[in-house]
């Protein structure tokens, strides 16, 4: 049976036969929701690769105290993913961003489009920029993986240009464009960021800039899909593509 994980700050005397002690929020997820008992295999991670898997030794009211089997340092992966999703009605991008986290995703940006229904400003770009950070540190823990995604501020289409100039290749995903995501050529190291649009897909002057920052638009088959699943869709692919699931 594999482990189940948690998240925590991982100190550096924290060694294999040394006893670790799950507190706050997370002890009290472990104790009262997934009912640890003594005895009981568990593994934490500081979100960052280091990972700690041990053994529950005592059960406090809103502790754990575990002794340490072991400790590993996970390297992230040669080429990381990111994924700019554009703000959707519902929870739409809500299920995006935690889907993609499951499947392995390195950072998110929310995008505030021109054509995107939901709205983050004023305290509501701090308060959804929290939110979508809780939910896909939820999505690395249900999946086991020790990184956490990073969500960036909410950006504005302008702002996500500037800030898209960072990664080493960006995919914008367009169901009109004329290559195939299977076409692309992907780096052997470095970072790749996935555009979304939102629910009536990018304006022309999005799109546009796009092309003249010098970003590549691809398109997922021969059909349209939805802005909660075409990110999934493509970092599935491109995780298959790049060898992860092996």
């Not at 040394?18 to 009981?40: C, D, N, W, Y």
């Not at 489009?113 to 540190?137: F, H, L, M, Y």
């Amino acid at each position: 049976m594999v482990e189940p994980l948690f998240f925590a700050a991982i100190g550096k005397d924290t060694v294999s036969g040394s006893t670790f002690v799950l507190s706050g929020p997370e002890a009290k997820h472990a104790i009262s929701v997934r009912r640890m008992l003594q005895g009981e295999a568990i593994a934490v991670s500081d979100g960052a690769g280091l990972k700690v898997r041990g053994t529950v030794t005592n059960v406090g009211k809103d502790t754990l105290e575990i002794i340490v089997s072991s400790t590993e340092a996970l390297k992230a992966p040669a080429v990381q993913l990111h994924l700019a999703q554009a703000l959707a009605k519902g929870d739409r991008d809500e299920l995006a961003i935690q889907a993609c986290t499951e499947l392995g995703l390195q950072g998110v940006i929310p995008w505030q489009a021109e054509r995107s229904i939901s709205i983050w400003k004023d305290e509501k770009k701090v308060k959804g920029q929290t939110r979508w950070q809780t939910i896909v540190a939820e999505a690395a823990k249900q999946s086991l993986r020790a990184y956490v995604p990073v969500v960036e501020p909410v950006q504005n289409s302008q702002e996500l240009v500037s800030k898209l100039a960072e990664f080493d290749l960006v995919l914008v995903l367009d169901p009109e464009a004329d290559k195939s995501i299977a076409q692309v050529a992907l780096p052997s190291s470095g970072s790749v960021a996935l555009v979304v649009g939102p629910e009536g897909g990018m304006s022309e002057v999005e799109l546009e800039a796009f092309a003249a920052a010098g970003f590549s638009s691809v398109r997922i088959g021969s059909g349209v899909l939805r802005t909660s699943t075409a990110g999934m869709a493509a970092v599935s692919f491109l995780q298959a593509k790049l060898g992860e699931w092996n």
